[in-house]
């Protein structure tokens, strides 16, 4: 059964950190792009940023400088540091598991964050 299950999200004023991970149990996790997007109320679900199984990194072009994917094989989890948080970084934060073939899409509940002071 594939599980993947975020936590870290919380309430940060404006300026401040936090560190999102995500760990997905249940699937060959070294062989899967992994990556983090984010909901905001009344917004469709965006990218955020992806790390695939050949070692790529993307960003959306709004948290470069500031958000840090990272992902730790060994220990089936992926990481967001999101640093200098905005008011337009709030929302429901989602991890992603995805491989074309075998073909599997994956995701977690997601995670809660707010940017506010």
């Known amino acids: 059964q594939v599980q993947v299950v975020e936590s870290g999200g919380g309430l940060v004023q404006p300026g401040g950190s936090l560190r999102l991970s995500c760990v997905a149990s249940g699937i060959d996790f070294s062989t899967y792009a992994m990556a983090w997007y984010r909901q905001a109320p009344g917004k469709q679900r965006e990218l955020v940023a992806v790390?695939?199984?050949?070692?790529?990194?993307n960003y959306q072009e709004n948290v470069k400088g500031r958000f840090t994917i990272s992902r730790d094989d060994a220990k089936n989890t992926l990481f967001l540091q999101m640093n200098s948080l905005k008011p337009e970084d709030t929302g429901v934060y989602y991890c992603?598991?995805?491989?074309?073939?075998?073909?599997?899409?994956?995701w977690g509940q997601g995670t809660q964050v707010t940017v506010s002071s």
């Open positions: 992603n598991a995805y491989r074309g073939y075998p073909p599997g899409d994956y």
């Open positions: 790390f695939t199984n050949a070692n790529v990194i």
